[in-house]
Nanobody
């Protein structure tokens, strides 16, 4: 199983970035996909979530209206479009797959991609 994030980097306040997470080794279309982030000195927090078929999304209040999560099940990829970025969005962003296999909850994580919002 692999989850590989990409698209992080340095961006100025007010700018945009698009993160991608490429999945392999499991049935991607059966898993809820999440983006989490962890800022320096803070706990990891759930930023955005999308259901297995993309019919429903949820966002943390801090990113609502600025971030958009989407997925392409044909490409086994989930995206996070981040607009109007703020310095407080600076964090390592992690991709997470959450599903159920034979009544057991499975959770897979990527290694993260760093997003730095600074002028």
């Amino acid at each position: 199983v692999q989850l590989v994030e990409s698209g992080g980097g340095l961006v100025q306040p007010g700018g945009s970035l698009r993160l991608s997470c490429a999945a392999s080794g499991f049935t991607f279309s059966r898993y809820i996909m999440n983006w989490h982030r962890q800022a320096p000195g803070k706990e990891r927090e759930l930023v955005a979530q999308i259901t297995s078929v993309g019919s429903s999304t949820n966002y943390a209040d801090s990113v609502k209206g600025r971030f958009t999560i989407s997925r392409d099940n044909a490409k086994n990829t989930v995206y996070l479009q981040m607009n109007s970025l703020k310095p407080e969005d600076t964090a390592v962003y992690y991709c997470n797959a959450l599903g159920t296999v034979l009544a057991s909850t499975m959770s897979y994580w990527g290694k993260g991609t760093l997003v730095t919002v600074s002028s």
